[in-house]
């Protein structure tokens, strides 16, 4: 490949791409190919024009895309010592800009301030596009702010060049986003004219030159820095990355990037009508000639792999087998789907290779974010216990209350166990307890108190920057900031609240109450991007050089040996930007903004600036999902440039994903099949639990695939974090109150019993405070019920004998010694002479039981008690007579009509019955579990009600499967002996 440098007025043969720069006099401009000679061509272009010009490196300043470029640029000048002189001064645009702030005291315009404050002011509007319903108004006003302001900054920026005024008609049509263009033209831009400023006053101290490196043409600052420049006589080459004169070329011209309308193939002709004509004026795809495939072919591979999974793996074996041949090798993974490559980056961190994680993810996601979301969830009086007990467990904040790892673990097992749901009950169950128990939970709610009142004596309309202030207090006193002075995520959340302060003039003077502020810290962090603090290019440690995962766009003008497209698809390769605003291309074309063929064309040119700076470049394409957009269209360009026999020719419906989003071309929807998710059947022979519970079985019965999820993966909610004291918390306060009665009733006279529930009930109900009272208020019925219900049961001359009852048995094991244990606790074991039954509580509607009970096969719970107490157990002839064990539900109503209801409902098995059928489940375990253990898949079944409120229901993509899937795996798992 031709490392020289290409140019108008150098003598080259190469032509330049781009002749002209809008609004900027004739410049100095050369083209330079981006292969691995990039830097060294650029470092001695620059040094060439230097001796021309007579002035000296230290008088030059040079301008680079990105801050790791300063590293590659330094290298390629050293390189030419002592003939390249001094080493000039290395920036970029925005360290050019925060350089002049710094100058001039001042602070850089606060992009979410100036967006809040236009949100408060559209708070007026009623309308509000359907683009921007967001699930909180606030939240949809927020973006439509940003898009609005977006759009004044390029409005602002081309204004400069533009010859003619933006005329006010521009974008009438509606869904061109006239609307848009309404709001950004009431305003005038916030940033943009403190930006040329600093520009025009840099240009202006500069005594030597400018030289500038571009991997694309020029945007709207880097124009005004170049007009600036001229203006203050300032020399200026700017050297851009080209295509080269000959597989550049081929490869640009192959990606419809480059040429005319009449090298346009005729099938574009005969279909391209319309807004896709219009949008493929320019567009003209060819093949490739026999050299340029031989080229493309050496350089791009195609990757294998059906699944998320098998891709993710192919990609680390390309990346070994890379760095095994060539241990110093530069590989690169651009992130196209973020699903392949956190798989990637998993795959990668089990194997302990090093990564470098460039392309960022959002802020919002990390612990430091977490933590100021837990701070801002205990801000508000009347806070949950949930909420003060997720804030203790945050960074700095227990050590700094004085307490360690195991008192905080203490502290939530004790106040899970007490269900204490509110501050206030909880400090009152606090003062009651014995030490050390008391001082550990005082010295926690003190100091979250004392470091909450910070925030809750602000109260009101105030200014952004009190708020700021007070909550900067706030993690100062709970211990969080000096916590996140050693986190990269925290500095950024510190440097974000400090850039809130007064310093900003909209923060002293927008005035908003605690919610607003609130909600709009969080909308802010949502927005923010968090990448790792950068380092210096080409540094590796004991483990070998590091893998880069970035974006497209940052992978330019850097040189690699391996790069990998990892989940291209018809968004993201190549990914079309859209328009500031989401204006149409009638508006854009009016104001002087590109139009989506141009920010297409864009697109293709940075795809193909990506393959010339690679020796190779590795490209999977993204796995099928329910959501796939359809393959990427340039890949598929770049197949049939290639003269592939399965590769039709390109028409307007295979272009249709590059023209609009949500366009699905015909090759996608082909792919339809394919986008469905496979249907979940994992196996785990070796970590099948050995102990089952009723509850656990049941999942297994149910549906495999939650008892995987639940059972062998052990996941689940956490039933502890309830936003309130919800009717299964009224089941278990039935329990707990059921169990002390019928220990503390033994000798009181009957007539007592009332009193003493009532005791018992308000002492364990004292705890939950308000939360309980729609079911206190139902208490003195439910209470009657049962001793009605009680009464009549001891006149049969059953006597309770146990609550809570913990009981185990072994079921099955086999020559190795590996046993499967059936563990369950019965609520409650009542006895008559030598009979016992097992009663379990209920609440609620007793119908569902009833039905239940009508399939034998179903009630697995009150089987799995009878297996307990031996139901299944062989009676020979001397114990015909053995007394029988039983087991039913009891229902206790909640309404008092004993005319009409009864007080409650006892479900109860035959004793026959029961024994039979026990048996056949006890066998049945026994099959379950040899069959797991040899490997037996654990299929999801995918029917309902099971599904209507399961919590792996998203894990095994149940939504994401036609019906009949589900069918086929109930009948593959009836069919399975």
């Known amino acids: ?110 992009v979410e301030l100036d967006a809040l404050e236009l949100a408060l002011r559209l708070q007026g509007d009623a309308y509000l596009p359907q683009a921007y319903r967001a699930p909180t108004q606030f939240a949809g006003r927020l973006a439509l702010a940003r898009d609005v302001l977006r759009l004044r900054e390029h409005l602002a920026q081309e204004a400069e060049g533009r010859q003619a005024p933006v005329s006010g008609e521009a974008g009438r049509d509606t869904e061109d986003g006239a609307w848009m263009l309404r709001l950004a033209q009431q305003g005038g831009s916030a940033a943009w004219p403190d930006e040329a400023d600093a520009i025009q006053s840099w240009c202006a101290a500069q005594r030597g030159a400018l030289a500038l490196v571009l991997a694309e043409p020029p945007d709207a600052r880097q124009r005004c820095l170049l007009r600036a420049a001229q203006r203050h006589g300032l020399p200026v080459l700017l050297l851009q990355a080209g295509f080269g004169c000959a597989f550049g070329l081929a490869l640009a011209r192959a990606s419809a990037c480059a040429g005319t309308v009449d090298d346009m193939p005729q099938a574009l002709h005969r279909r391209g009508e319309g807004r896709a004509a219009g949008d493929w004026a320019d567009a003209t795809p060819q093949r490739f000639s026999a050299r ?159 470091a909450l009142h910070a925030v809750r004596h602000v109260t009101g309309r105030q200014s952004v920057s009190s708020w700021s202030q007070a909550l900067r207090e706030t993690l100062d006193l709970l211990g969080m900031r000096r916590a996140w002075q050693g986190d990269a995520a925290g500095r950024q959340l510190l440097a974000l609240l400090a850039s809130q302060g007064d310093v900003q003039p909209l923060a002293r003077t927008l005035r908003i109450d605690m919610k607003t502020y609130a909600d709009w810290l969080r909308q802010a962090i949502e927005a923010a991007v968090f990448r790792p603090e950068p380092v210096d290019e080409a540094v590796g440690d004991d483990r070998g050089m590091p893998v880069h995962v970035l974006a497209l766009r940052d992978a330019l003008l850097r040189p690699w040996d391996l790069c990998v497209l990892a989940g291209a698809d018809a968004e ?192 364990d109900w004292e705890a939950a405070g308000a939360l309980a009272e729609p079911f206190a208020a139902v208490w003195p019925a439910v ?94 002839p001397r114990d015909a007579g053995a007394a029988p064990i039983g087991a039913g539900y009891l229902v206790v109503s909640e309404r008092r009509d004993p005319e009409h209801t009864d007080p409650a409902t006892a479900l109860m098995w035959a004793p026959e019955a029961l024994r039979e059928q026990s048996m056949l489940l006890a066998e049945q375990m026994r099959r379950d579990w040899r069959a797991l253990r040899a490997g037996h898949a654990m299929p999801a079944l995918g029917e309902p009600p099971v599904c209507d409120h399961c919590e792996a229901r998203g894990l095994c993509r149940r939504d994401h499967r036609p019906a009949a899937d589900a069918a086929a795996s109930a009948q593959e798992l009836s069919a399975t002996p």
């Open 1 to 110: 490949m031709n490392s020289r440098l290409e140019g108008a007025g150098t003598g080259s043969h190469a032509q330049p791409l781009e002749r002209s720069i809008e609004g900027v006099a004739r410049v100095n401009l050369r083209y330079l190919t981006p292969n691995s000679h990039f830097w060294q061509g650029a470092a001695q272009g620059v040094a060439a024009w230097l001796r021309e010009i007579s002035i000296s490196g230290a008088d030059l300043s040079v301008l680079l895309p990105q801050a790791i470029h300063q590293t590659l640029f330094r290298q390629a000048w050293q390189r030419q010592a002592p003939a390249a002189g001094v080493l000039p001064r290395l920036l970029t645009l925005p360290q050019l800009l925060a350089l002049e702030a710094i100058q001039k005291a001042r602070w850089p315009r606060h």
């Open 292 to 450: 340029a495939a031989r080229l493309f072919a050496a350089r791009v591979q195609w990757g294998a792999g059906g699944t998320l999974e098998a891709q993710a793996q192919a990609i680390v074996a390309r990346v070994l087998a890379r760095r095994a041949n060539q241990p110093g090798a530069r590989i690169a993974i651009i992130a196209l789907d973020r699903r392949l490559t956190r798989r990637v980056n998993a795959l990668f961190n089990r194997l302990g290779l090093p990564v470098r994680d460039e392309a960022g993810w959002r802020l919002s996601t990390t612990r430091a974010a977490a933590g100021l979301q837990a701070v801002l969830d205990t801000w508000p009086e009347g806070a949950g216990s949930d909420a003060v007990l997720d804030l203790l467990k945050q960074a700095g904040v227990g050590a700094a209350a004085g307490l360690g790892a195991a008192d905080l673990a203490a502290l939530e097992a004790e106040v899970r166990a007490a269900r204490l749901l509110d501050v206030p009950a909880w400090r009152a169950w606090a003062r009651q307890q014995p030490e050390p128990v008391s001082r550990r939970h005082v010295l926690a709610l003190d100091h979250v108190q004392r």
């Open 572 to 763: 993201n390769f190549p990914a079309v930007a859209d328009a500031p605003g989401r204006l149409g291309d009638q508006a854009c074309a009016q104001l002087g903004l590109p139009v989506r063929s141009a920010r297409r064309r864009q697109a293709l040119r940075a795809a193909v600036l990506l393959v010339l700076g690679s020796r190779s470049l590795a490209v999977f394409e993204a796995p099928p999902r329910p959501d796939h957009p359809g393959p990427s269209p340039l890949l598929q360009l770049w197949r049939w440039a290639l003269g592939e026999p399965a590769a039709q020719a390109p028409d307007a419906e295979d272009w249709r994903p590059l023209l609009g989003p949500g366009q699905a071309s015909g090759s996608a929807r082909a792919h339809g099949g394919e986008s469905l998710a496979p249907r979940a059947t994992p196996s785990a022979p070796d970590d099948i639990p050995a102990r089952w519970s009723p509850s656990a079985y049941a999942d297994l019965r149910a549906c495999p695939y939650r008892f995987f999820a639940r059972r062998v993966l052990r996941l689940g909610e956490d039933e502890d974090l309830l936003p309130d004291y919800s009717k299964r918390d009224f089941g278990n306060t039935l329990h707990r109150i059921l169990e002390r009665f019928h220990r503390e009733e033994p000798g009181r006279d009957p007539r007592d019993h009332g009193d003493l529930l009532d005791r018992i009930a308000a002492e």
């Open 783 to 876: 209470r009657d019920n049962y001793l009605d219900w009680l009464q009549g049961w001891r006149a049969l001359g059953w006597q309770t004998s146990g609550e809570e009852q913990a009981m185990a048995r072994v079921v099955e094991q086999d020559d190795a010694g590996a046993a499967l244990r059936l563990e369950g606790r019965i609520d409650r074991i009542d006895r008559r002479g030598r009979e016992r039954f097992a009663l379990d509580y209920k609440t609620g509607n007793p119908q569902a039981l009833k039905a239940r009970m009508q399939r034998p096969g179903e009630d697995t719970q009150l089987l799995c008690y009878a297996l307990l107490l031996g139901a299944d157990a062989p009676q020979e």
